[in-house]
Nanobody
Framework: QVHLVQSGGGLVQAGGSLTLSCVAS????????MGWFRQAPGKEREFVAS????????YYSESVKGRFIVSRDNGKNTVHLQMDNLKPEDTAVYYC????????????????????WGQGTQVTVSS
């Protein structure tokens, strides 16, 4: 049974930093890309970042590029999302997700390419 368990998140002031983590179990983590999504109040869930199965390729939405970094540790079945220079508009529930593919690219940002999801974690950025 696949599980994605998230940790991190919380309340931070604008300009601050947070790191989210997601530990996977129940499948061969190192064979699949991973992604991060977020859902702000009243909005649809949106793609944030993804990383390939080896960790040597990543892709970001324009809204977070240059501020967020996605990384993974295949030895620990863990993916991280380091978020720097946070803005109030980054406030959302963040989700990690396991891709159905090995690769991360702009063509694979839709939710249909991700089969399993974490429980979500709240990130709140105050102004």
């Amino acid at each position: 049974q696949v599980h994605l368990v998230q940790s991190g998140g919380g309340l931070v002031q604008a300009g601050g930093s947070l790191t989210l983590s997601c530990v996977a179990s129940g499948y061969t983590f190192s064979n699949y890309a991973m992604g991060w999504f977020r859902q702000a109040p009243g909005k649809e869930r949106e793609f944030v970042a993804s990383i390939s199965y080896t960790g040597n390729m990543d892709y970001y939405s324009e809204s977070v590029k240059g501020r967020f970094i996605v990384s993974r540790d295949n030895g620990k079945n863990t993916v991280h999302l380091q978020m720097d220079n946070l803005k109030p508009e980054d406030t959302a529930v963040y989700y990690c997700a396991s891709s159905t593919s090995k690769y991360a690219s702009e063509r694979m940002t839709a939710e249909r390419y991700f089969g399993f999801w974490g429980q979500g974690t709240q990130v709140t950025v105050s102004s």
